[in-house]
């Protein structure tokens, strides 16, 4: 991949329990291949909310960076189960998404079930069940797991490798994690 191609990650921070209704800071973070960050974004979701999708769209459409060819989340549920509709954010923004997590799971939809019920467990199951499958890549020694939208499994695992210079992490989830924990510690400190 040349050095220039850039990526969008975006991750997201809240400290604290997992207090519904309150804000998490979101950061989408641009970096090139070569490892150069070339712009940063905020944006925020509700812990335990349903607008995590479209507060990622706005992000990326806020930051209009036509010049980005791919997106990678460091997440499918952040803020506490705030599911992303990765279908969804690819339609919108027309590049490919890419979900890029690190721990083995059985899935999320043991959780779901004790943390809701109703309408909003019978929502949040739809938009997990309609994600593509995760699947396990061996990166750097260090395995992760990568779900796509908008590009083959062989491509997007050409793209986790290009963007993770060491160790399992991509760059630009890497960098989004780091400003999105350093905006959220500035925000609560005028709490």
Not at 173 to 178: F, L, T
Request: hydrophobic share 45%; glycine share 10%.
């Amino acid at each position: 991949m040349k050095d220039g191609v850039r990526a969008l990650g975006v991750a997201e921070s809240y400290r604290g329990d997992a207090d519904r209704g309150r804000q998490s800071t979101l950061a989408g973070a641009v970096v090139r291949a070569d490892r150069v960050c070339d712009g940063l974004a905020y944006g925020s979701c509700r812990v335990g909310g349903a607008d995590g999708t479209d507060a990622v769209i706005d992000l990326i459409d806020g930051l209009d960076r036509p010049d980005a060819r791919y997106v990678l989340l460091g997440a499918v549920a952040p803020a506490w189960y705030n599911l992303l509709a990765l279908s969804r954010i690819q339609a919108a923004i027309e590049w490919p998404v890419i979900a890029v997590t690190f721990e083995a799971s059985d899935g999320l939809e043991a959780g779901l079930r004790d943390a809701f019920s109703g309408p909003e467990l019978e929502a949040r199951l739809a938009t997990y069940r309609a994600l593509p499958d995760r699947r396990e890549l061996s990166v750097d020694g260090e395995t992760v797991y990568v779900r796509q939208v908008g590009l083959e499994p062989a491509e997007a695992d050409d793209v986790v490798r290009a963007f993770t210079p060491v160790g399992g992490r991509p760059e630009p989830i890497r960098v989004a994690k780091m400003a999105a924990r350093a905006a959220d510690s500035y925000a609560r400190s005028f709490e």
